[in-house]
């Protein structure tokens, strides 16, 4: 279990004494069995989400844009970002191998707005919050950058989030602030997915 496999390749079955019984039938060689795969599998479920179907994945397909990263990875964020103008912030969930393993914030800027971003602080209703930024920026598109930011150790911005009216970030730069106020329907993006994340971890 040192290596991150994504699929299970092969285990096999050892006594107390070493001696492979893998292929030795006994009355709880099943769960035994079935113990090890879900061990394996819990491995993809950081958040201990419970496993999607087909039908949960079809819901989330009418409410998100769905982009697939790769065979086992999925991102499901607000359609809202297939507008020609990115909004300044919002959140996605990457579900992995049929699993919600990440909520995720976005920020995005144009090009030249501000410049190597240290942080950003978030005034709600009931105070503020500050996220420092850690993760690298990485184009968009030709006219926008973002980076990204992990929401999962943050349970008081996201329990915020959820019970303001309204949202206002600001975002230190090197060489300069962006000072913006959410736009509602924005902040119910936000919610909705939030809520979807709970959901389903």
Known sequence: MQDDYSNI???QVF?????????VEFDCKKDSENE???????RDSKSGSKPLNEVDIEKL?????????????????????QESQQPLFYLYIREKN????GLRMRFTRKRNEYSFAREAKF????????????????????SI?????????????LRD???????????????????????????????????VFLQYS
């Open 61 to 81: 397909r009418e409410k998100f844009v769905i982009q697939n990263i790769d065979r086992n990875t999925r991102l499901y964020s607000p359609k809202r970002i």
């Open 36 to 42: 090890i795969e879900k061990k394996f599998k819990r």
């Open 9 to 11: 390749i092969d285990f």
């Open 15 to 23: 006594d107390n004494n070493d001696k492979n019984i893998t292929y």
């Open 123 to 142: 005034y709600t209703k009931n105070g503020s919050h500050t996220i420092f930024f850690t993760s690298s920026l990485s184009k968009l598109n030709n």
């Open 161 to 195: 989030l959820l019970e303001t009216d309204n949202l206002k970030i600001k975002i230190l730069g090197s060489y300069g602030i962006t000072d913006a106020l959410i736009p509602a329907e924005e902040l119910e993006d936000v919610k909705k997915i939030i809520n």
């Open 145 to 157: 950058e973002g980076f990204d930011e992990d929401l999962l150790n943050n349970k008081d911005l």
């Open 98 to 101: 049929g699993f919600i393993d």
